[in-house]
């Protein structure tokens, strides 16, 4: 993904979202995959995606079970 895209995609999801906390990480390595963090926190990776000439984006997001709240008892 080239800077540009990464950008344009990072300006659309805060727009979306409301909040400037939401980054786009270029990889640091090529080859590795972009991250989408919020604050310092890694929470997905975003994948880009051509078929038959359109371009799409895609992110896929990581919750780890460690990381929700307990279950409220009833």
Not at 3 to 13: F, G, M, S
Not at 35 to 49: I, K
Request: glycine share 6%; proline share 7%.
């Amino acid at each position: 993904m080239s800077p540009a895209e990464i950008t344009r995609v990072q300006a659309y999801l805060r727009k979306l979202f409301g909040t400037d906390i939401i980054r786009v990480v270029p990889p640091a390595k090529k080859g590795l995959s972009v991250e989408l963090c919020v604050n310092d926190e890694v929470v997905g990776t975003l994948h880009r995606d051509e078929d038959e000439g359109e371009v799409s984006y895609s992110v896929n997001m990581v919750v780890l079970e460690e990381d929700l709240p307990p279950v409220a008892k009833r």
